[in-house]
């Protein structure tokens, strides 16, 4: 099982069969939502979804971008890890109104 990214996304695959993914996109200069999180049924349980994330993170991180969580699986990380909020944009509660 090997990590992969492409714009837009980073995503999982066992025997080229894709079982998770993470989804981003550029909200503006700067800024990326977490748009939707994704694990395949039969891999649930294993902690791809956190290893998903923790690599949108560390991407975000390397670049200097903050993110605006959109998906729950994003919005529940960033509540229960004060560790990674640093990575919260300023004003994300106002850029996901501005989605909707």
Do not use: W
């Amino acid at each position: 099982m090997e990590m992969k990214h492409e714009d837009g996304r980073f995503f999982l695959e066992d025997n080229d069969e894709m079982i998770g993914e993470i989804t981003y996109s550029t909200v503006k200069d700067g800024v990326i939502s977490l748009d939707h999180t994704y694990v395949s049924d039969s891999y649930r349980g294993q902690g791809l979804a956190g290893k998903l994330l923790n690599a949108a993170l560390d991407y975000s991180d390397l670049k200097g971008l903050k993110i605006v969580p959109v998906c729950e699986y994003s919005k529940a990380a960033f509540e229960r890890k004060p560790e990674i909020r640093f990575l919260l944009a300023e004003n994300y509660q106002e850029l996901l109104k501005g989605e909707n």
